[in-house]
């Protein structure tokens, strides 16, 4: 190429070289200009909302402060008087910050002797520098309120209380458990009442062992199946004795469905065992007596009635002290320790779902309690105590608490059984296994087999001789064989001598007489029947409730959860109570731990406790 034209060429790209780098050094400037205008707009944004949270940070302070002084108790001047006095020292009216404006407190309430609950509102208003830059957000403004009380308004108290036999146990020189409770929950509610100048505290109880016994007003609240037949009238309950067996699919929730089924625990006693050595044994009572402690059942031939209303049953809440306190008056101690059970009822009765109950059939004092668990101006406090962990007990299985039995009762109190088999209930099962006329029973193959579906087991021996030759049926001079089958005690009919009309039982009267140890040995195992053993018979009855302690301790931790989302406070009372059950009440407890859980290791400590939560209740406290 001509020199003359590469010279040309290399000038005009040198200048268009530098075209574009100016252009480029153009557009960084650009781009650092627009980045520090986004820094100041945020930066700006920022000192804004800085500015105003500041003042309201303070304002709000202030209010607070000033509440709880006006709400005092201990004051002589007007709630007005003493926020504008803070106001006032605050300086924040005079807080010479351009752009920034407080409004005047205003101040509201409710005063009495007993109560002080104050209401103070005020506003901030922070003008923006930098927003209103970029948008048409001008300044920020905010309606402050607080509120402060001390003294006892609309309280809702449900009492949970232990009563285990171990509450019968001595504290050396302090007297029994069971007393020191008496005394301590006693003096609470003394307390409670007297600082209730508004009529405003209810107090119900809830007193608890291995279940809750509730009086039968309560327990037809509900819907429920197995009620007991007493004296011969099906579905009527057991006198002072319900005990309903809450479905655990209901620990993590605070209402009890009024109209869903649930089961009444079988009021019988499953605890007991016998010996299985094959004698017979009479029944401990033929006639429906019943003692019982919490729903612990006992059947004895001297028994009496015992009248659990007076004694155990739960107290629905009154804002009269009196039931309580005579309710916490006469406790007696016994039983297994279910603290989950307890607590599940103390939750259902606090929660906003048993108005109707109380409607229904709570006094005057409580109408249209419980209040809604959101009601602002209700406080709902449960106090659970216990001096146990949770220890398992068992309990009827369902399809034997109540219904028609296989077991006749005859006039002079003893018993028979027809045998059923479940794949055929048309077809008795007899002695051996199957239904065959070809099985024998102790060498005789029995006369009419069909139709002998009773076994009696008071007319069995001990020991049968075998069929030996040509014999009667039941007159053997064969070897002796203890627990045998007897022909003579498998008849046509449930009519032996003496029996006179023997008549079918209700499952829930077969508990009212014998206990179902008795039934398993006797009836089952004494039979002969093949698998009827002693073992079997029982696991068929009977089972754990609850199925063990770290179920039990589970469903607590769910009651107490579900309670506290709910806004019912929680406190709690580990009465000398063993390392696990002083965790589980230390869960259970509302927040902060130090204020709603104690450590009770004596009965002193244990007044200390209660009357240390009725104050509580009491004090000087932000509302809202």
């Excluded at 809702?156 to 209380?161: A, G, I, P, T, Y």
């Excluded at 044994?281 to 006992?298: E, K, L």
């Excluded at 239904?435 to 069995?460: D, I, M």
């Excluded at 499952?507 to 040995?521: D, G, L």
């Amino acid at each position: 190429m001509p020199q003359p034209i590469f010279a040309l060429v290399q000038k005009r790209a040198s200048a268009s070289l530098i075209r574009f780098r100016d252009d480029e050094r153009g557009s960084m400037t650009l781009i650092i200009v627009f980045m520090f205008l986004v820094m100041v707009m945020f930066g700006g944004i920022a000192v804004d909302v800085m500015r105003y949270e500041t003042r309201r940070v303070t304002l709000q302070q202030t209010l607070d402060r000033a509440a709880l002084a006006a709400a005092s108790l201990q004051q002589n001047r007007t709630p007005q008087a003493i926020v504008d006095d803070w106001f006032a020292k605050s300086g924040i009216l005079q807080d010479g910050m351009d752009f920034v404006e407080f409004t005047a407190a205003t101040v509201g309430g409710q005063f009495d002797e007993g109560l002080r609950r104050v209401t103070v509102d005020a506003s901030v208003f922070s003008q923006n520098f930098f927003m209103s830059w970029y948008s048409d957000r001008d300044y920020f403004q905010s309606q402050l309120r607080t509120e402060a009380a001390q003294g006892v308004s609309q309280i809702e108290v449900m009492l949970v209380l232990d009563i285990t036999g171990s509450m019968n146990e001595s504290l050396g020189g302090g007297g029994t458990k069971i007393a020191g409770l008496r005394a301590a929950a006693g003096t609470f509610v003394d307390l409670l009442k007297q600082s209730d100048s508004q009529n405003g505290v209810s107090i119900g109880v809830v007193p608890y062992a291995a279940q809750v016994n509730i009086p039968f007003q309560l327990r037809d609240q509900f819907t429920v199946l197995d009620k007991s037949t007493w004296l011969q009238v099906a579905n009527t309950g057991v006198p002072f004795i319900n005990c309903i067996e809450i479905p655990t699919s209901t620990f993590n929730s605070t209402g009890l469905s009024q109209t869903s089924q649930m089961r009444m625990g079988a009021v019988a006693d499953a605890n007991s065992t016998t010996t299985t050595n094959g004698n017979y044994a009479t029944p401990a009572s033929n006639t429906p007596v019943i003692t019982s402690r919490n729903c612990t059942t006992r059947v004895d031939n001297a028994a009496t009635a015992f009248n659990e209303s007076t004694y155990n049953h739960v107290v629905l809440p009154s804002k009269s002290g009196t039931p309580a306190k005579n309710r916490i008056a006469n406790l007696v101690a016994d039983g297994n320790t279910n603290i989950a059970m307890g607590m599940r009822w103390g939750v259902a009765l606090i929660d906003e779902a048993a108005r109707p109950i109380y409607t229904a059939i709570g006094d005057a004092s409580v109408a249209g309690r419980p209040a809604d668990n959101d009601n602002e101006l209700t406080r709902k406090i449960i106090v659970l105590m216990t001096d146990g962990d949770h220890v398992t007990n068992t309990h009827v299985r369902d399809g034997y608490k109540a219904g028609a039995s296989p077991i006749w009762r005859g006039q002079d109190g003893n018993y028979a059984i027809r045998f059923i088999n479940p794949a055929s209930p048309a077809a008795p099962i007899r002695p051996g296994s199957g239904t065959s006329a070809a099985l024998s029973c102790s060498g005789w193959q029995l006369a009419n087999y069909a139709t002998r579906e009773y076994f009696v087991p008071h007319l069995k021996r001990n020991s049968v001789a075998q069929k030996n030759g040509n014999q009667a049926e039941g007159a053997g001079t064969g070897a002796s064989t203890a627990g045998a089958c007897d022909p003579l005690a498998w008849l046509a009919t449930p009519a032996w001598p003496g029996s006179g009309t023997a008549r079918r039982l209700d499952w829930s009267e077969v508990w009212a007489a014998v206990r179902v140890s008795w039934v398993a040995q006797q009836l089952y195992a004494r039979s002969g029947v093949t698998g009827m053993s002693y073992t079997n018979a029982m696991n068929n009855m009977r089972a754990n409730y609850l199925t063990n302690d770290a179920n039990m301790d589970a469903l607590l931790q769910q009651s107490c959860t579900a309670a506290k989302a709910a806004g019912i406070e929680v406190y709690s009372i580990a009465f000398s109570a063993p390392a696990q059950g002083e965790a589980a009440l230390n869960g259970c407890a509302s927040l902060p731990k130090s204020n709603y859980f104690y450590d009770a290791a004596n009965n002193a400590d244990l007044m200390a406790a209660f009357a240390k939560i009725a104050t509580d209740i009491s004090d000087l406290r932000l509302t809202q």
